[in-house]
């Protein structure tokens, strides 16, 4: 690939033909995911290229519609969960840059209505189901025709988690080696496991003091175990890959609780330190060891951010729902 094909417009470009057509309104679906080997750290910024390949479960039904349609009053308008959005918000700056890698310079005003099913920068991967479903709903919009591989690559470029949020299921998210980033893309693992179901524990919906994309580059600068996480990161990922295939559920819930544990220990260890959790979020991480310790087959994962997600099948369903009430019980391979 040419060495000039550095930023995200230049990649797209290519892709794109030269004068848009567009249909009266698209719009899409895309499931938030949960890492099981996270992704931390970028070895390119401009088009969020990881340091590591990760893999992840995406949520079901919960994740982001967005749809887009003509602006009727000129102006391009950004909602969110049914409210318009300042044109200066981080939010709307965002979606607008977004959406103008495809517009280019043609004028096409547009509204732009996301409506998220899951809390908005609480550590639920929001950014990744918006931004996948935003590049679903342009593709449709603007009749491209793009594959799912390149649909995945241009999500990443939003956020790179949302690559995986093109797919369903289990998802492997190859860091890939190409300059342009085109072969950085997600592709959906061949497993039905029926009865694998995900624990949500909403400890908080509120926004995250720092945000994903700035506490990583914080702990990719100052933290001095960061050096560690890629080499452990791929390991994980062949161990996760593996007890998938083979359906062993203790060892993919042990793999995923350590991996997550290390990522935040890279954070913990970051100057400022980084720590995401709360009291609450302690408490229940102390509850899942006590319950395993019992034989009780739950293990956690966490992102960054203070909420937990359990990891369990559905044979201890009942006894996980009476232990943590609060919680959202989701099963990625049931139709609800």
């Known amino acids: ?33 949960i890492a099981l080997c996270k992704y931390w750290g970028k070895r ?5 290229l990881p340091t590591n390949s990760s893999l992840s479960i995406s949520l079901g039904h919960l994740g982001s519609h967005t749809r887009i349609s003509h602006s009727e009053n000129g102006a391009d308008v950004v909602k969110l969960n049914n409210r318009t959005q300042d044109e200066q918000s981080s939010f709307c700056r965002k979606v607008i840059a977004f959406i103008n890698l495809f517009r280019r310079d043609q004028s096409i005003p547009l509204v732009i209505d996301t409506r998220n099913n899951i809390p908005t920068a609480a550590g639920l991967a929001s950014s990744a189901s918006g931004f996948a479903a935003l590049v679903l709903a342009i593709n449709d919009f603007f009749e491209l025709r793009l594959t799912k591989v390149q649909l995945s690559a241009f999500a990443r470029m939003g956020s790179g988690s949302a690559s995986r949020s093109i797919y369903t299921g289990f998802v492997r998210w190859d860091m890939g080696k190409q300059e342009d980033g085109m072969d950085s893309v997600a592709s959906q693992l061949d497993c039905q496991w029926d009865d694998f179901c995900i624990g949500l524990i909403k400890v908080s919906s ?122 959202d019980i989701i099963q990625p391979f049931k139709s609800h």
């Not at 057509?21 to 938030?32: L, N, Q």
């Open 206 to 327: 509120a926004k995250k003091p720092v945000d994903s994309r700035s506490g990583m580059d914080r702990t990719t600068a100052t933290s001095s175990l960061y050096q560690n996480w890629p080499a452990q990161a791929a390991a994980d990922l062949i161990t996760l890959q593996k007890a998938i295939e083979n359906r062993d559920f203790s060892a993919m819930g042990a793999c995923a609780e350590q991996n997550a544990m290390s990522m935040h220990a890279t954070m913990i260890s970051a100057w400022p330190p980084l720590v995401y959790w709360l009291p609450e979020s302690l408490a229940v991480m102390q509850r899942v060891w006590q319950l395993r310790e019992s034989g009780i087959a739950v293990y956690f994962t966490m992102d960054a951010g203070p909420n937990l997600k359990l990891l369990f099948e559905e044979s201890s369903r009942k006894l996980l729902e009476t232990e943590f009430p609060q919680m």
């Open 44 to 48: 390119a910024t401009e088009l969020n």
């Open 1 to 33: 690939m040419s060495d000039t094909l550095q930023t995200k417009a230049q990649v797209i470009n290519q892709f794109l033909p030269e004068k848009l057509t567009t249909k009266h309104s698209a719009e899409a679906f895309a499931p938030s995911n």
